[in-house]
């Protein structure tokens, strides 16, 4: 292991570090009428059915993450997958926070705690997601991501607005964010 390596590795317990009074866990497929309505109060996102958030709970629990409160309920969400031709690449679909939780650092910590643990488990090299421009939220998020993690971040527009079939439909940027180093394997 290089010294990067053994830094980047020993700072990764730091990532996993959650605020106070929260606890990282998997969605259950009893969470996504819960994360449907952190999605539908956001404001922010687009806003999928509330069964594609069931199904997300069920199909994609591994490549997703939600924060509970002390009451054991979700208070911040992201979902991702893996994308079937790049299986190094975690594609980070939706993160948000409920509104009553914001400005505790819960969205960075998810997003780190996911990337780590898709890293542990899946062998995740890279994270991918897609950002309108005038989302400066989440902008910042996934810079602070990359700087945070040491890696570089690639910025290219994926989807032009004029393939969208409603007006008005900025283009989504991509990021492409890594590669993070292989997760430091213990032993001799």
């Not at 606890?23 to 509330?50: C, F, H, M, Q, Y």
């Not at 594609?52 to 924060?67: E, I, K, N, P």
């Not at 994308?83 to 190094?88: D, T």
Request: hydrophobic share 40%; proline share 7%.
């Amino acid at each position: 292991m290089t010294a990067a390596q053994a830094d980047h590795a020993g700072a990764r317990s730091d990532f996993r570090e959650f605020p106070e009074g929260f606890k990282l866990d998997t969605p259950r497929v009893e969470d996504g009428a819960a994360i449907w309505r952190i999605a539908r109060d956001s404001k922010a996102l687009d806003l999928n059915s509330s069964y594609s958030y069931l199904l997300w709970c069920r199909d994609f629990a591994a490549t997703s993450v939600v924060a509970r409160d002390a009451e054991g309920e979700p208070a911040a969400f992201v979902t991702g997958y893996i994308r079937p031709e790049r299986p190094e690449t975690l594609v980070v679909w939706q993160v948000a926070v409920d509104d009553a939780h914001r400005g505790q650092g819960l969205a960075a910590a998810l997003l780190d705690g996911l990337t780590a643990r898709a890293s542990d488990t899946l062998g995740v090299r890279f994270v991918e997601t897609t950002i309108t421009p005038d989302n400066a939220a989440s902008n910042r998020l996934f810079a602070s991501f990359a700087e945070r993690h040491s890696v570089p971040i690639k910025r290219e527009v994926l989807f032009d607005a004029g393939l969208f079939p409603e007006q008005g439909h900025e283009p989504e940027v991509l990021h492409l964010i890594g590669p993070f180093p292989p997760p430091a394997r213990s032993g001799h």
